[in-house]
């Protein structure tokens, strides 16, 4: 799935970042394959979102950036360059683990320096580095300490500074900010932007979590399998998903069943199961008559009390209010919940609204119905 | 109100503690007892068996070179042991179990069919001299039986387990993105390995040498059977003493030379280690 | 052989013997017939075991239980006793039967008790005991690798020196073969220096220095093909298809009995002569001769096993003899002058 190169605002603010390619990569544990052929093109400065269920091979393209993991098949690229053939210690690629990974026998301070001496620098250098780094993530008072008297935060904080004192070229996270509570997960998220963006730094972020790869990610690649289902920037992949696991991957979608009535010049008529007719744009590979789910989120249908041919009958269920939005459920004709999202106004809404039907600006997608 | 049986928690300790009392403190006590006798019908108490051990200069020789066995079979115990664990953590599960099967089994045979396999391995028409001699290597065959160097070998072969159970046990509780963490900061393999994995492994690692140590040094059958009599240790010392002369007071005075002399070893490893495990755990 | 293990056996009962504790080996209340007798540990237990035990209940119903101890055990356990000796009838070789002599451990013996008294050299039964079995010492070697050696001092020169396995005073044929050695170079029953000196200038092309139990697998695998051993172990090698063959050196080969005695204090004094009446008859004699025991008989009639160097149990009481009386006193300090010598 070769994406085109787009151009993002951040990258070009940074020209001092590296592009990184990885193409048709392809990784196999036994018989297994963890990292199906994947192929992803990153801007200087850019940050990547890998977003994806649960083994579908965030970690291990990761591994393949960060050379633990030797792929079957592929190459990866940093400048343009192949960097394949260079062992994880001179591919100057920071990395945040999952778990942290610090060094439990080293205190903070040696935590981060750990990467300079490595790389044989003047300890003065390497003391005023330090200080530098552990500043930026707020721990100059924790030098001294241990990172079993840290909590998991103030561990993942350490892990970024030692990640990023040795400036490395490209950064990769991997869900760096899972252990952390609601609150210091955004402190971090913009924090992590912020020095991204002062360093200029590629960066790959491994998430489980769709409203941080929408909030921090320049691009998000949902992963599924193995493989990359869809390579876009958050609002792309939100408004305009490829695929249907794309679709219910990101964002909370009603599914609604139907066939495809006429086709004409990129749009449909979709006769819905629910009741009512639809123009919308259709995706290539269409046929009249095959058999179609239309996806649309809650916040792009509306209640009525009337009805009319581009509206459908539902039976009115609960309705919540969360936060500054009203959350109803209702049921269509032949079954389906769906979730209609309104705006919260001071006065409470009308009722006896019994139909359904898209909002004016509503861009819904439609797919093949699988078998 | 009391109530009439109130358990606490060092009580459930107390039949362990009595066991321990009987069983170690006990026997331990009567030895010290038995070494304060003159003579070997235990009339006469007095201090003249320690003052006839420790007047013979052959006494320290004997300490050094038994200490010295101990330190020497921890030695290659670890160049061979510690290289064999890294290699053991790499490997995949199934070729795991295969290797901790061949590191086990000198466990489940007995000491005796250790031993006498070892002098089938270094006899002068052993394994080893009919391989050189076939190979042309020697013209002779070598003298590896009855020599330190034999004992040594065969000591390290036997030992090994001891060694490596507590190192592969330590070693495979450390998280092993360490390494790959080490690796992305741009440590080479040695640096990781001396800057990681060796101070995150020094608990397995003592806890190693501390068991070799105290069963290369008491290992009375390897040592008298592959080593021969003319290399004399504490526990050759202890058995003439003991079983052949009959002079218990002197086998008292030989034991508790050895226990001390070990211990005290002992002590100052476990007290590294001590400090090392600080690190890891919590 | 000794087994290699039973030091570990050996101390545990002989500590608790020397610390005066209560023996392990409680006094059971035996119904009317039966016996407690000592053997060794190892190739007399499993004869005794096999071979005397059911002829004894067989012949006198009397149930026979054997209590596998070294002989200074032996000694240790009956002091410890004071008069209620925990077994019947001692097994000792000539050093430890006079430590228990000296210690009044036996009762008086009366040969004239035994209907087999007649079939016994009269040299081998005296007022405290009777010979069960005889030991002779002297050279083996292996004939495929080196000549046939003549004598004690033979074994400190080539061919034979670099091929020699020696041991020390731990044993009774250790003991005996280093006073013959000694005798060699002027040195006597109490004297070993001489054969201590000679043998420290030839240590190191010595081929081997051991531990009495090693020795027989030394041999067999080859690591010295020369040793001083007694004829048990010759056939007990050779029954194994081991090269070995047996010399008795010029100056004569040793000889040494093995005693049985009645402990002081016993219940059992009637079974005990029965017992002791069986075990030197020609039946049980001439049995214990067979392979896998191989031992030397001392009842006239029973036929000497083939390979041995005397033709008649005359000829083997006329072999040397030494004094253990002498002897005892003095091996403390020659078993620490043996460390010290032949110590790398
Ligand atoms: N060392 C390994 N040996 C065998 N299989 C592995 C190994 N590491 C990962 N896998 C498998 O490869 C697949 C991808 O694993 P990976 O760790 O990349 O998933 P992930 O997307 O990071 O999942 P998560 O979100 O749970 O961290 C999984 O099916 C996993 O079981
Ligand atoms: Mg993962």
Redesign the interface.
Known sequence: MQQQRQSSTVATARPAGRTLDVEDVTVRYGLALAVDGVSLSIEPGEVVALLGPSGCGKTTLL?VV???VRQAAGRVRVDGAPIDHL?????????V?Q?Y?????MTVAENVA??LR??GMKSADIEARVARFLGIVQLEGFRER?P?QLSGGQQQRVALA??LA?EPSILLLDEPFAALDRNLRLDMQIEVKRLQRVLGLTTILVTHDQDEAMSVADRIAVMNQGRVEQFDTPLTIYDRPNTLFVNGFIGTTNLLGGHIAALADGHATVTLDAGATLQVAAPAGLASGAPVLLSVRPEQLTLSAEGGPQRWPIEPGLSLPLGSQLVHEARTSDGVFLKIVEPRRPVPPPTGRSYCALAPDARPSLFPRPT | MRPLLKFSEWQLALPLGLAFVALFLAPLMLLVGVSFFDDEKLTQPGVASWAKYYGDPFTYKVIADTLLLGVKTVCTTVLIGYPLALVYLDLPARWQRVLLFIIVMPLLLSVVVRTFAWIVVLGREGLVNQLLLSLGVISEPLRLLQTELGLVISLTQIEMPLMLLPLISVMSRL?P??R??????????W?TLF??IV??SMPGLVAGCLLVFASSTTAFISQTVIGGVRLIYLPLVIWQQALIVFHWPQAAVASLSLVVSVLSVIAALSWLGRR?TG??H? | MTSLRSPTRRSLLAGTAALGGASLLPRVAFAKGSLIATTYPGTWEDAYRTVVMPALKKKDDIDLELAPLFAMDQVGKAKAARGAPPFDVFVLDPGPRIVALEGGLFEKFDGKKLTNLGKIPPSLVDDAGVCVGAQVVGIAYNPKKVPAPKGWKDLLVEPWVSRLGLTGFQTTFGTSSLIELSKQFGGSLTNVEPALAELKKVLPKVAAVGLPAAMPGLFQQGQCDVMYTNTQTVATLRGKGIDIAFVKPESGAIAFFTTMHIAKGTAELANAYKYLDLVVSKEIQEALTKPPYNFLPINKDAVLPPDLPMKSLDEMTGYVQHDWAKINPLRASWIEKFNKEMAK
Not at chain 1, 101 to 105: G, N, S, V
Not at chain 2, 180 to 189: F, V
């Open positions: 591994r960060a050379g633990f062992p994880a210690n001179r591919r100057n690629v920071g990395i683990f778990n990974a610090l060094f439990p026998h750990y990467g490595a790389r241990l079993r030692r990640a040795v | 998280d993105n360490l790959d963490a080490s690796a992305a900061l741009g440590a080479s393999r640096r800057t990681v101070p995150l090392s690190y890891v919590g």
